[in-house]
């Protein structure tokens, strides 16, 4: 929530342009599902996390990822973590600014105050703005709206990857893929809050997709318009050599005489999410071995004001 570089000029959902998106991959943390960084967390932060996770229904390493972006679990230096307020006017160990604090704060220990200092106090606080904000089934919207960045995003989430090799962690942060930037992070992320929603042929959602329908939301998400059919998202290119391409990128297949017929979203090697047919359902599956993949796409970016 800390007003940081380009948060004040933030009045889009995405709002980047393409230099400064890939500027930002370049604080991309280092941790990754299956290796436990949990030790970095004081246990009474670890132990808030937990409880204000398990009420308000958020991941508590997302509440984790947070508090370590903006004060090191309580224990950086800065000013307005322990008291007064940075130059943003943000305050405490989740660095709350006075407006958010005075709608979404809470009384967390019972002690009858609500402290923006006291971690008892800000962290539940926390739960309960991103809950607000559409977590979990929109997190990274969610957390876009805690600090206006999409830089800031992808370091907490990369902080909750580390943190979810922890004994009791669920799968949703393990499966985040590890995307090449933040566009692809905002496709990837829309596609997955789609998974188990009904094919439709025609339906671009909310309820329902049909393969380039989804696709076409995708990219709007990450602010990318796309025409509405596959072959002519094919024909927009540009064309990416099969073994290059990255999560974020299309996969084209069903070869025809206008294009191909069908298209999904590439979320790691071999592996999509896509709307596949009447009956099914969005999902993950694999196109490393079919015979009828047509090629790979990168679609440029167009940015597109909300």
Known sequence: ????????????????????????TALRGSFGCGASSAGDIPPDYLRL????????????QVLAGISKAESD????????????????????????????????????????????????DAIPSAARYLKASGAPGEMYRAIWRYNHADWYVRRVLDFARGYSGSPGVGEELCALPAAPNAVAWRVIAYTRMQLGKPYAWGAEGPGAFDCSGLTMRAYQYAGILLPRVAADQWRQGPVIGRGQEQPGDLVFMHPGLAGPGHVGIVVAAGQMIHAPRTGDVVRY???SARSDVVGFTRPAITLEKR
């Open 49 to 60: 996390y937990q409880q204000a996770g398990q009420e308000y229904g958020i991941p508590w």
């Open 73 to 120: 679990h309580g224990r950086g230096a800065s000013v307005g973590i322990r008291d007064g307020a940075n130059e943003a006017g943000a305050m405490g160990p989740m660095q709350f600014l006075g407006s958010t604090w005075a709608t979404y704060g809470v009384d967390g220990n019972g002690d009858g105050r609500m402290d923006v200092y006291d971690p008892a």
């Open 1 to 24: 929530m800390t007003t940081r570089l380009l948060a004040a000029a933030a009045c889009l959902v995405i709002a980047l342009p393409l230099g400064l998106v890939l500027a930002f």
């Open 285 to 287: 599956a694999s196109y």
